[in-house]
């Protein structure tokens, strides 16, 4: 179990790196490349979850909340994609709070496998992220461009929690 989560950790951090240049690099508005990036952001987490949970044994039944919620955030994120980016930051911010919430339980119930302190803090600045997503939604020039520096912290916690994996597991 271990190496398979390691190696998911390793590929969500480098996903992430991926696609937060890109959307670094498209986000100035809503065209088919950013809105392609939005919705293809929470798709990698059903992937991600979906693959986690064919491959381990702790903490699996939130993974099902976590796929249903990736699915939802991916046909939301399409649909507000038509509505302007503050429909956009306020679907995100709703996922970020709810996946936060999931990825929080799963690694406070993996605590005994070791290295899930960057999960848990990812989990719990997610929800936090969340918010503010929300409150930018209602602001003045709301953009696309802070959740490229979101999905980069997440990342940056994935790497962590897989090299925290290898120590543990040697």
């Given at each position: 179990m271990?190496?398979?989560?390691?190696?998911l950790?390793y590929a969500?951090f480098?996903?992430?790196?991926i696609?937060?240049?890109?959307?670094?690099?498209?986000a100035?508005?809503?065209?088919?490349?950013?809105v392609?990036?939005?919705?293809?952001?929470?798709?990698?987490d059903?992937?991600a979850?979906?693959?986690?949970f064919r491959?381990?044994t702790a903490?699996?039944?939130p993974?099902?909340l976590?796929?249903?919620?990736?699915?939802?955030?991916?046909?939301a994120?399409?649909?507000?994609a038509?509505?302007?980016?503050p429909?956009?930051l306020?679907?995100?911010g709703t996922w970020?709070?709810?996946?936060g919430?999931?990825?929080?339980?799963?690694?406070i119930?993996?605590y005994?496998?070791?290295?899930?302190w960057?999960?848990?803090?990812?989990?719990?600045?997610?929800t936090?992220?969340?918010?503010s997503?929300?409150l930018?939604?209602?602001?003045?020039?709301?953009?696309?461009k802070?959740?490229?520096?979101?999905?980069l912290?997440g990342g940056?916690?994935?790497?962590?929690?897989a090299?925290?994996l290898?120590?543990?597991?040697d």
């Amino acid at each position: 179990m271990l190496p398979a989560l390691r190696k998911l950790y390793y590929a969500r951090f480098g996903f992430a790196v991926i696609w937060a240049i890109l959307l670094t690099v498209t986000a100035s508005s809503l065209n088919p490349a950013s809105v392609t990036l939005l919705v293809l952001y929470p798709l990698v987490d059903l992937a991600a979850a979906v693959t986690d949970f064919r491959t381990s044994t702790a903490g699996r039944k939130p993974l099902y909340l976590n796929m249903a919620l990736s699915l939802l955030a991916a046909i939301a994120l399409a649909f507000a994609a038509t509505s302007g980016i503050p429909a956009v930051l306020r679907i995100w911010g709703t996922w970020a709070i709810t996946a936060g919430l999931v990825q929080l339980t799963v690694a406070i119930l993996r605590y005994r496998l070791g290295a899930q302190w960057p999960m848990i803090l990812s989990g719990a600045l997610s929800t936090l992220a969340g918010t503010s997503f929300i409150l930018m939604a209602a602001g003045n020039n709301p953009s696309l461009k802070p959740l490229a520096g979101y999905a980069l912290l997440g990342g940056i916690f994935f790497l962590l929690s897989a090299l925290r994996l290898r120590k543990t597991s040697d």
